[in-house]
């Protein structure tokens, strides 16, 4: 019997479709995003055709409005000043902050109504105004709806600006399993607004710093010993500091997302996911009482002492890794990672399945060959990694 290369081959019956698509957004570092006397949204929004009004949709984070009630009536008044180039299709939509927002389909369809309600089409602008999580929610609104309409985010919190915002990835959790729903999407453009943070959480902003001591662990020695040097005006959101910090993350992050050749991560490496194999698994064991920075964290600590124990990383690493990010303010155990399931296997340890699954093919898992290099393993030695979890609890029992 030929082969179906041979029939094709006779048949003439294969005709191999090729196209390249070019990505291109601005990610904008502003101030005050909202005051009617910075354009820059106004100009972003009339960026492809300048001389349309737009017509845009903003859904809101209610933890930003919370600790900024009078947003809505700035963006409104915003828009009635800009209005030869914007117009909102309604008010701002209230949509509830953090993990809530990913964990029921519910909210999802609540946005996709508004949207249809309001006749929004594919030139039409959603404008994405929170932290993380509800960015990856209303991404995915955006980016399902008409297959596809212009999506402006506005994050507001540290990792959202320093991290998740910039990037091109959505998604919701279905079942218990983080960003199980989602696509990739890049966004039409981000404004990172600083002036937008000070209402956090000391909480809030802190956890965002895991992501640039992350970034700055695998990619960057140097942004490693400025973190270390100016973590005094980190933990005090010195502004200047702060701003340093976010900017630097994210290009970091760009940079991997538009030069490491895969950007929507089709191969079997997360290049960027340090320490997160470990952070998915213990936000879903702690029902997301641990923050995504905050599981980061705990994450970038036990791999750091998994890399010392797999003689890739020169003791006492470590130990400085874990030093910045106490000094942070992180807590670096949590009881969770000792959870066990029915059988007596150690709960974390699926989180290295469920990290595979995510992507498919071979595990593959970023350790540390030095502060500011990562490097590529295939395989974890699971009572290797019990002694990292036993290290950083007694490390945490230590006074
Ligand atoms: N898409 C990606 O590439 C990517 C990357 C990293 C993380 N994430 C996702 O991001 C999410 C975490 O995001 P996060 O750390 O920004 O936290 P978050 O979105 O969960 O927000 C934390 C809390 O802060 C509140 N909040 C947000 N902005 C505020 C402000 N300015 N003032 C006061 N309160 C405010 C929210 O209402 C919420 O209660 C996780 O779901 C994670 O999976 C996505
Ligand atoms: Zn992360």
């Known amino acids: 019997m030929a082969s179906t290369a041979e029939i094709d081959a006779a048949t003439g019956a294969v005709h191999l479709q090729r196209f390249t698509v070019a990505y291109e957004y601005p990610v904008h570092f502003t101030e005050r995003v909202f005051d009617p006397g910075n354009a820059l949204l106004a100009e972003v929004l009339a960026l492809r055709e300048p001389d349309r009004r737009h017509r845009c949709v903003a859904f809101v984070d209610d933890g930003v409005l919370e600790a900024r009630p009078g947003l809505v009536d700035e963006i409104v008044g915003y828009a009635r000043h800009h209005a030869a180039r914007m117009e909102l299709a309604a008010a701002p939509f209230r949509v509830p902050g953090g993990e809530r927002i990913k964990s029921e389909l519910f909210f999802i369809e609540q946005m996709q109504q508004r949207l249809l309600e309001h006749r929004i089409d594919r030139h039409s602008y959603v404008i994405a105004i929170g932290g993380g999580a509800v960015l990856d929610a209303v991404g995915l609104v955006a980016a399902v709806t008409h297959r596809g309409v212009r999506l402006i985010r506005v994050p507001t919190t540290v990792l959202a600006q320093d991290d998740s915002g910039v990037g091109v990835k959505n998604g919701v959790n279905l079942s218990g399993v983080k960003n199980f729903c989602g696509t990739f999407a890049p966004p039409f453009a981000v404004l990172n607004d600083i002036d937008l943070l000070t209402g956090l959480s000391q909480r809030d902003k802190i956890a965002g710093m895991a992501e640039a001591v992350k970034v700055a662990l695998i990619r960057d020695g140097a942004f490693f010993a400025w973190l270390e040097r100016n973590a005094d005006h980190l933990i005090t959101f010195e502004r200047a500091v702060l701003a340093q910090m976010i900017r630097r993350c994210a290009e970091l992050h760009m940079r991997q997302i538009a030069h490491g050749g895969d950007p929507f991560e089709t191969g079997s490496a997360r ?129």
Request: hydrophobic share 45%.
């Open 271 to 399: 290049p960027l996911d340090y320490g997160h194999w470990s952070a998915h698994k213990l936000e879903s064991l702690t029902k997301h009482h641990l923050r995504h920075g905050e599981a980061v964290a705990i994450g970038i600590a036990l791999d750091a002492r998994y890399s010392v124990l797999a003689g890739l990383l020169a003791p006492g690493q470590d130990d400085r890794i874990c030093a910045l990010l106490e000094h942070l303010g992180f807590r670096l155990w949590h009881p969770a990672l000792e959870a066990r399931r029915p059988d007596g296997s150690l709960a974390i340890l699926e989180g290295l399945r469920e990290f595979r699954e995510h992507l498919g093919g071979e595990l593959t898992v970023t350790l540390l060959e030095d502060v500011g290099s990562g490097i590529e393993v295939h395989a974890i030695d699971e009572t290797r990694m019990l002694a990292a979890i036993t290290w950083l609890k007694e490390r945490a029992q230590t006074p």
